[in-house]
């Protein structure tokens, strides 16, 4: 955004939100602020949960739908700089930084299928890419873009570095999509049950069951206790804890007296409760509330039910 700025252009952010992101949308906020520049937070959208649960371009080395993903930003993208009468679109893609959506012939077919040839500036590695047609009109000066290429970010912190630009996130990481262990999860969600921004926000936090068609999940430390509470409150669903002891709290997607059974037991397995006698339990669905009884999961049947 610096780069087209120093063109004397006037530009605008887009910061595309949805449930796999880790990131921090005020950072983002405060980033665009502290360069003057306007920000939009744009959701991908429900139609996203399509791509991810059936990519055209395939997954990258976990559930990662990255050319498909970039297709999809770029078409909101356009449609978004129309309706602001903007012509250009910038991103911070780095030629060969990453090995599935940024090799010359991938970033062009993403242009492509995203009906943006030609529209796309990528200026930290403008001069080793195709001229915009920006470019060819003059609108952009080519001898200040920039040609970065490879996986090093050298270059760009010393670019930040130069802006004074002292935030910025670590390289790695910002999609949860590329995570091994939350690919896991998503597989078994998507074998087993409908993909929608419910079961895709559950599948962030706890550790998760599998019981037949419904699922049990539970809290691993006190903050997602606290989240876990809430998200039973707004989707309607059973949650659980041990009343006298420390522990996690447990909820239920669905099922009757099967999963109730199973969801107790795990919840007093992790708990600080006696394993060797039974413990009373408090479960509530809505203004329902009800206390139990349960002993404690043996670990055998634990492995069978683990995600």
Known sequence: MKLIQEQGLGIEAVHFIDVFSTSDVDEVRALAKRLRIRLHVVPKGDDFFDIVRKPKHGYGRNMNPCIDCRIHILK???ELASKQKAHLLVTGDVLNERPMSQKKGVMELIDKEAGVSGHVLRPLSGKLLPPTEAEKHGVIDRNKLLSIRGRSRKKQI???RRYR??????????????????????????????LNHESATLLRFGRHFRCGKHKIIVGRNEE???VLINLAKEYGLIWMEVKDHKGPVT????????????ATGLTVRYSDAPKNKEVGLVYR??????????RAMHEKDIKKLRI
């Open 76 to 78: 909101k993208a356009w």
């Open 158 to 160: 010393a670019l930040a």
């Open 165 to 194: 630009i002292k935030k910025y996130p670590t390289p790695a990481g910002g999609c949860l999509l590329t995570d091994p262990e939350f690919s896991r999860k998503l597989r078994n969600l998507i074998k087993h049950n409908k």
């Open 224 to 226: 997602e206790n606290k």
């Open 251 to 262: 909820i239920i997607t669905g099922g009757g007296d099967k999963e109730l059974m199973l």
């Open 285 to 294: 669905k809505g203004k329902e509330k009800k206390k139990i009884t349960a």
